[in-house]
């Protein structure tokens, strides 16, 4: 949800806010997404707010599931004094196949 700087909700002070959108953090990434700033989606900022609350769920869930099962395996691959295993899924596509699948299984 956009925020006004200002704090008002009025429809003039929203025609101040914009967008820049930019999917790597690099100079010219940066700058390119600045030269073509857009207004906010509201649509968009709701799929955003979803996908966020999604990996949170989902990598709270992982993370339980992967420490009851796998924080052994991975005391003995990694370090003795391993006590959690974490997923975190940032943008990961839901049909892509998990590195952890053969652990699982």
């Not at 700033?37 to 509201?42: G, K, Q, T, W, Y």
């Not at 999604?54 to 992967?66: C, K, M, N, Q, S």
Request: some cysteine; aromatic content about 4%; hydrophobic content about 35%.
């Amino acid at each position: 949800r956009a925020i006004h700087s200002n704090g008002s909700s009025s429809s003039d002070s929203a025609s101040c806010i914009h967008r820049a959108k930019f999917s790597a953090i690099t100079p010219k990434a940066i700058q390119d997404a600045f030269s073509t700033l857009e207004e906010p989606d509201p649509d968009l900022s709701r799929s955003v707010d979803a996908r966020q609350e999604l990996d949170l769920r989902i990598g709270v869930a992982l993370t339980r599931l992967l420490t009851w099962r796998c924080v052994g395996i991975a005391r003995k691959r990694f370090s003795a004094s391993t006590r959690m295993v974490s997923y975190g899924p940032c943008q990961t596509p839901g049909n892509a196949p998990s590195p952890l699948s053969p652990l699982l299984q």
